[in-house]
C-alpha cells in the first residue's frame, strides 16, 4: 500500500542556509500536517493544510513556511536555519481535518552545523 | 490547555512480562485517543485508536481502554517480545493536530 513520502530522508545544512523538505501524501489525503521531533523530544506539531488552504498552526517559527500544492504534495521551506533547527520533521496525510488516523512519513532527518 | 502525560522510561522487561505504560489527558472536549510506535530510525506508526468513552483499541496484542472517568488510556500488552522494543506515543486530537506525551522507551530483553 501507498504511504506517505518524505524527501530528502537526510538532510546536512550550514547555519543560516535554506532547506525545503518535501511531502507526498497518501493518494486521496486532502490534510497534510507537518510535526517537528527534536532528539529524545516528542513530536511538536508544526502547521496544517487542508485542500491547499492552512487549516491549522502550532509552534512553527517565522523563519519557517509551508504551502500544499494542487497536487497536494506539501514542502516545509525554513530559511536562516540555526542549530537549534535540527531535528526529525515528520509529515503526516489523513483522509480529512478530523485526523482520526493520521499515517506518518518516515521523515527527513535535518542536520544544521 | 490540552496535553497527555505518560509515565517516564525507560520501561525494561523480560521477554513474555506484562506491560503497562500510563497515560493521562487533560482536554477541554471529547478527544480521540491513539498510541503510536517509533522503532529506531524510523517514522511514527498508529498501533491503535479509541475514538470515544468505553471504546477499547487493539492491535498486535495490545490493548488500551479509553477511560473518560479516569481520563486514562494506558497501554497493555500481555506477554511482550523482543521486538516490541521502541518508543511508545500516547497522543490525543480533538480534531486539530495530534498532542503527543512525552513518549516511553520499551526495552525487552530475551
Known amino acids: 500500500a501507498a504511504g506517505v513520502i518524505q524527501s530528502p530522508r537526510h538532510l546536512i545544512k550550514e547555519k543560516r542556509e535554506t532547506a525545503t523538505l518535501k511531502c507526498y501524501p497518501i493518494?486521496?489525503?486532502?490534510?497534510v500536517y507537518w510535526y517537528q521531533q527534536g532528539p529524545g523530544q516528542d513530536p511538536q506539531f508544526l502547521i496544517s493544510?487542508?485542500?491547499?488552504?492552512?487549516?491549522d498552526k502550532g509552534s512553527i517559527p517565522d523563519r519557517f513556511s509551508a504551502q500544499q500544492f494542487s497536487d497536494y504534495h506539501s514542502e516545509l521551506n525554513m530559511s536562516s536555519l540555526e542549530l537549534g533547527d535540527s531535528a526529525l520533521y515528520f509529515c503526516?496525510?489523513?483522509?480529512?481535518?478530523?485526523?482520526?488516523?493520521?499515517?506518518f512519513g518516515q521523515g527527513t532527518r535535518l542536520t544544521v552545523v | 490547555g490540552d496535553s497527555v502525560t505518560q509515565m517516564e522510561g525507560p520501561v525494561t522487561l523480560s521477554e513474555e512480562a506484562f506491560l503497562t505504560i500510563n497515560c493521562t489527558y487533560t482536554?477541554?472536549?471529547?478527544?480521540?485517543l491513539f498510541w503510536y510506535v517509533q522503532y529506531p530510525g524510523e517514522g511514527l506508526q498508529l498501533l491503535l485508536k479509541?475514538?470515544?468513552?468505553?471504546d477499547k483499541g487493539s492491535n498486535k496484542g495490545f490493548e488500551a481502554t479509553y477511560r473518560k472517568e479516569t481520563t486514562s488510556f494506558h497501554l497493555e500488552k500481555g506477554s511482550v517480545q523482543v521486538s516490541d522494543s521502541a518508543v511508545y506515543f500516547c497522543?490525543?486530537?480533538?480534531?486539530?493536530?495530534?498532542?503527543f506525551g512525552k513518549g516511553t522507551t520499551l526495552s525487552v530483553s530475551s
Open positions: 503526516a496525510s489523513s483522509t480529512d481535518s478530523s485526523n482520526t488516523e493520521a499515517f
Open positions: 493518494p486521496r489525503h486532502d490534510t
Open positions: 493544510f487542508y485542500e491547499k488552504m492552512q487549516s
Open positions: 482536554a477541554t472536549g471529547y478527544p480521540s
Open positions: 479509541a475514538t470515544k468513552a468505553d
Open positions: 497522543a490525543l486530537s480533538l480534531a486539530t493536530a495530534l498532542i
